[in-house]
């Protein structure tokens, strides 16, 4: 049993408050592995930001559990090493049961989700309760996120997706019923680098894809709901064109990718909404630079040549997110 407060880590209390009176959201960073790490904890502590360091049951499996929570506890030495100890949150991302959501909080996790999204509504409560009394019972108080509504995929048909949507009468009974510390939301983002059909979107002359705005009227009938109380986005990448170029470029396919304008971001962070959740952006943006090196440079096979290019890409793009779409630079 191990405390996230040994490991230096903070739970997302006082952030998420922080964020919701000021305006702006925390980003919530996945990784898998050291360079997603290095960038982010580089990029927060230049531009000074908090962060949620997101960990998903994938994660787990493809680093191991043991590695990670190391691997935390290393970017709150290595932040205080570059020059600014930023508040840094570990939580498990999209928790599928009330086990995988125990052993998070045992083992020095700050914060889980547990995902009761896809289960009938008191199906979700009942598990999301059943977490929270777990997470709030800890000597040192972990937060947790639950969700309702569920994120549309691009497999879903048009009239399933609607059906999906957070449905804002319901809000206040889960929280209640509950005692979430943060809720996430379904308001039209979604996984991944396909965020809508083609059908859904429409078309710039040079053949990009403008997705149909988010549900900001769902969003501003939960704010009305539960005002000031936390919320988040899942699905919230923005899909950058030049990466999708650069990697079709060389070599890759990515056809109809599209994420979430940076405006419409930029929007919801400005709500109650406090936590942006953003992981395919960093997938992109590694793969456009390994495939550039693989192809400019055959001959190169030192990892860290292209591992090292694609970690300073992330930094560059978590930068900008932080400064320029989610406004969390500068409120560590
Ligand atoms: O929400 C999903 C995240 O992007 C994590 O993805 O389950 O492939 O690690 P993953
Ligand atoms: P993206 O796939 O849009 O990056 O969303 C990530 C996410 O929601 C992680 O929980
Ligand atoms: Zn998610």
């Known amino acids: 049993m191990v405390s996230y407060k040994e490991l230096g880590l903070v739970n997302t209390v006082e952030l998420v408050k922080k964020a919701v009176k000021g305006g702006y959201a925390i980003p919530a960073y996945n990784f898998n592995n050291m360079e997603q790490l290095q960038a982010i904890v580089?990029?927060?502590?230049?531009?000074?930001?908090?962060?949620?360091?997101?960990v998903s049951a994938g994660a787990r499996k493809y680093a191991n559990q043991t590695m990670l929570r190391y691997m935390a506890q290393g970017a709150v030495e290595y932040a205080k090493e570059l020059g600014f100890n930023v508040p840094i949150v570990l939580?498990?991302?999209?928790?599928?049961?009330?086990?995988?959501c125990k052993?998070?909080?045992?083992?020095?996790?700050?914060?889980?989700?547990i995902d009761g999204s896809s289960l009938p509504y008191e199906e979700n409560v009942a598990l999301t309760k059943k977490v929270v009394e777990f997470a709030h019972s800890q000597k040192d108080y972990v937060t947790v996120e639950g969700e309702l509504g569920v994120l549309?995929?691009?497999?879903?048909?048009?009239?399933?997706e609607h059906s999906h949507y957070t449905?804002?009468?319901?809000?206040?009974?889960?929280?209640?019923?509950?005692?979430?510390?943060?809720l996430a939301i379904s308001i039209g983002t979604s996984h991944g680098r396909m965020k809508f059909k083609p059908e859904q979107c429409t078309k710039t002359a040079d053949g990009v894809l403008i997705p149909p705005p988010l549900r900001f009227?769902?969003?501003?009938?939960?704010?009305k709901r539960l005002p000031g109380f936390p919320i988040v986005l899942h699905g919230s990448s923005s899909?950058?064109?030049?990466?999708?170029?650069?990697?079709?470029?060389?070599?890759?396919k990515l056809s109809d990718s599209v994420g979430i304008p940076e405006e419409q971001l930029r929007k919801a962070a400005?709500?109650?909404?406090?936590?942006?959740?953003?992981?395919?952006d960093g997938r992109l943006a590694m793969t456009a630079m390994i495939r550039k090196v693989f192809s400019e440079k055959p001959d190169e096979f030192d990892p860290r040549k292209y591992l090292g290019p694609a970690r300073d890409e992330l930094k560059k793009l978590y930068m900008h997110k932080n400064l320029e779409v989610l406004g969390s630079a500068g409120k560590a």
């Not at 052993?103 to 989700?113: A, H, K, L, P, R």
């Not at 400005?270 to 992981?279: E, F, P």
């Open 103 to 113: 052993n998070c909080i045992e083992t020095g996790f700050s914060s889980v989700m």
């Open 239 to 252: 899909v950058p064109i030049e990466y999708v170029k650069i990697i079709e470029k060389f070599g890759g």
């Open 91 to 100: 939580h498990l991302d999209h928790g599928d049961s009330f086990e995988l």
């Open 167 to 182: 449905q804002p009468q319901e809000v206040q009974d889960f929280v209640k019923k509950t005692g979430v510390d943060s």
């Open 270 to 280: 400005k709500s109650a909404v406090c936590k942006i959740n953003i992981d395919s």
């Open 152 to 160: 549309a995929g691009v497999e879903d048909d048009v009239s399933a």
């Open 217 to 223: 009227d769902i969003l501003e009938e939960i704010e």
């Open 42 to 54: 580089q990029a927060c502590v230049e531009t000074k930001s908090p962060v949620i360091l997101q």
